[in-house]
């Protein structure tokens, strides 16, 4: 499965975030620590971040190799801030390519997507069950070969119909679990507010930090040992914005 990490808050640089923390994207991507399937996320990697002030849209930087091994980024991180970001390292879905294309996080319009997790039977039965979900101009769309791209794709069909993530999110669960199993941990991002879930994954909240002052950080796992880092409880619903955080369960109607 992926690591993952998106931010909100007072603008900070990419290298501070991802690269240079002790337990940093950078080191998960070949130790991670609580990573409950695969043992490296070398497949890919990718980060999105926000400057309003610019566009409204995100900038996006993916790659197919592992984070260590470019250079480029690890460059570029020390000179980028940003107040909104979401990043991922990728360990793929066995039958998934590692290929640009698939690497996390994904966008369109003013919304960044990730998901940690996978569909049961995705090149299967389940597959074919959520392509059909899903609207016909964003299926032909679709480059990739990850069950995590066309979960974004119903994602944004319903939001395109809603102004929340949240209900598109926790839908894209209920309708997934109609058909199969699976795991499901989703980040969306719109450079306001980042809303997150915990179904079936780790995740953890960071907030009220002299790390991130006024920030919070929504994570995989932690990436440093500050004590103020927060296990989410499975089956939850995150909103962090303003430099707070809600936590709620998940109820089963919801799913």
């Known amino acids: 499965m992926c690591r993952q990490l998106a931010y909100i808050g007072p603008p900070m640089s990419l290298e501070s975030l991802l690269l240079s923390p002790a337990h940093s994207l ?4 070949y130790r ?14 990718g980060c999105g ?9 995100p900038a996006l930087y993916r790659r197919d190799k592992p984070i260590w091994s470019d250079t480029s980024f690890s460059s570029l991180a020390p000179l980028i801030r ?5 990043a991922s390292v990728r360990d793929a879905t066995p039958g998934s390519a590692a ?3 698939s690497a996390l996080p994904f966008a369109e319009g003013r919304w ?13 039965h389940a597959g074919t069950a959520v392509h059909e979900m899903v ?12 069950d995590s791209e066309i979960l974004f794709a119903l994602v944004m069909d319903l939001l395109d ?47 009220g930090s002299s790390r991130v002052p006024g920030g919070v950080a929504v994570a995989s796992e932690p990436y440093d040992d500050d004590p103020a880092w927060r296990r989410v409880p499975d089956a939850s619903l995150v909103r962090a914005a303003h430099g707070r955080v809600d936590i709620t369960p998940i109820k089963e109607e919801d799913e």
């Open 26 to 29: 950078l080191h998960q991507s």
């Open 32 to 45: 991670p620590r609580y990573q409950n399937h695969g043992v490296v996320n070398a497949d890919g990697f």
């Open 49 to 57: 971040w926000f400057d309003k002030g610019i566009r409204p849209e």
């Open 82 to 86: 940003s107040g909104a970001v979401v």
């Open 99 to 101: 290929e640009e294309t």
């Open 112 to 124: 960044l997507y990730a998901h940690n997790g996978k569909l049961d039977g995705f090149y299967d």
């Open 135 to 146: 609207s016909k101009a964003r299926r032909a769309r679709i480059r990739g070969t990850s």
């Open 161 to 207: 119909t809603t102004d929340d993530p949240a209900g598109a999110l926790l839908s894209v669960i209920r309708r997934c679990r109609t058909v199969s199993g699976g795991t499901f941990n989703f980040i969306l991002h719109d450079g306001s507010a980042v809303t997150a879930t915990a179904a079936g994954e780790s995740l953890f909240v960071l907030e």
